[in-house]
């Protein structure tokens, strides 16, 4: 097959649009809530809602790092963790999302 009929990783769809915003970061990312969906800004997992409430309660899809300590890591570096810093988007690209600023 050539390289131009081959198909995408989503089987030839688009993507949903992000219309949520994580939790870690406040940017627009997610297209669902609590669907394990992974934030290109901060890299955070997205498993539950429940962690909005709790942000003190260690996440398991993310390793036990909680969402504070994800959301003061974001502010030091731009990741919800240091290991995550290759997969995140550099900060210049950050302009086309939408961000809604988190105050805690």
């Known amino acids: 097959m050539s390289a131009s009929r081959k198909r995408s990783k989503t089987g030839g769809r688009k993507a949903p649009p992000p219309q949520f915003i994580c939790p870690c970061c406040g940017y627009v990312t997610l297209a669902e809530r609590g669907a394990y969906l992974i934030c290109a800004i901060c890299f955070w997992e997205d498993e539950d809602i429940l962690y909005d409430k709790n942000p003190r309660e260690p996440s398991a899809a993310n390793h036990g790092l909680t969402l504070a300590e994800a959301r003061a890591n974001f502010r030091a ?24 600023p988190l105050d805690n």
């Open 77 to 100: 570096i731009g990741a919800c963790e240091a290991a995550m810093l290759p997969h995140v988007l550099p900060a210049e690209q950050r302009a086309a999302y939408l961000h809604f």
